[in-house]
């Protein structure tokens, strides 16, 4: 029975490790709200995992068999995720090209801020300044979570790998196949943690809007070369 449990968990890592279009958006987006703590990242991980779970609990339940008997839901799945990851790399080229983009160290308080500046002038009246706002570049949690199902249920590759290749191989562990899927769950959840640990760290190299261009231009090409990948597959 343990023997199944670390089959799930090392296949699963094993395979979800691969440079892939979910793994690169959790790190751009846990980079991008570095400076205002790990709540956006670990609401992204949250929902990678329970993407997971829901994926692996079915392709060890014998979703796979079905999927093998209807290939047009895979075809249509294909070419969706296509026409979504070319549109995300379209995107990320165009912010290396504008540029402009750096991380926010801080996580103001709107509610605490400091007092105005003021300017005397020569007849003792006070004007009050006002700061301009600060350009942030952090992104609203709902578009995020969205984007985020969108590159999991939409890649024909989640369903190759989390549904069909776990599920098919959860069958050689017979009685012990939801032990292997509790493996399995259990290497996503470590692997999303890493990716959120792992982005905080990497922020502290990308606080300049040169570094987020060269990112976004990583970013495009990745993006772009899976799309094509799936296209011509």
């Known amino acids: 029975m343990l023997t199944a449990l670390l089959a799930g968990l090392g296949l699963c890592l094993s395979i979800i490790a691969a440079p892939g279009a979910q793994n690169v958006f959790l790190l751009r987006e846990g980079i991008r709200h570095a400076g205002g703590g790990r709540r956006h990242a670990l609401a992204l991980a949250a929902v990678c995992l329970a993407s997971d779970v829901v994926l692996i609990s079915v392709g060890v339940g014998g979703f796979g068999v079905v999927v093998e008997q209807v290939p047009w ?3 249509a799945a294909r070419w969706a995720g296509v026409v979504f990851l070319a549109g995300y790399g379209v995107l990320a080229a165009i912010r290396a090209f504008r540029g402009g983009e750096a991380i926010e160290t801080g996580s103001p308080d709107p509610g605490r801020q400091g007092p ?3 300017l005397t002038s020569g007849t003792g009246a006070t004007a009050t300044l006002t700061a301009a706002p600060v350009a942030r570049v952090r992104t609203a949690m709902l578009p995020a979570i969205l984007t985020c199902l969108a590159i999991t249920w939409l890649n024909p590759h989640t ?3 989390t549904v069909l290749l776990l ?4 069958t050689h562990y017979g009685d012990a196949r939801w032990l ?5 769950i259990l290497g996503s959840a470590v692997w999303f943690a890493i990716l959120t640990f792992a982005a905080r760290f990497a922020s ?3 606080r300049s809007p040169r570094s987020w261009r060269i990112l976004d231009a990583g970013v495009a090409v990745m993006m772009l070369g899976l799309a094509t990948a799936l296209a011509v597959a």
């Not at 599920?167 to 959860?170: A, E, H, K, L, V």
């Not at 292997?180 to 399995?184: E, K, S």
């Open 167 to 170: 599920g098919s191989i959860s």
């Open 73 to 75: 839901l895979f075809d």
């Open 116 to 118: 105005a500046p003021t």
């Open 180 to 184: 292997f899927a509790v493996g399995a």
């Open 159 to 161: 369903y190759l790998d």
């Open 204 to 206: 502290r190299w990308l």
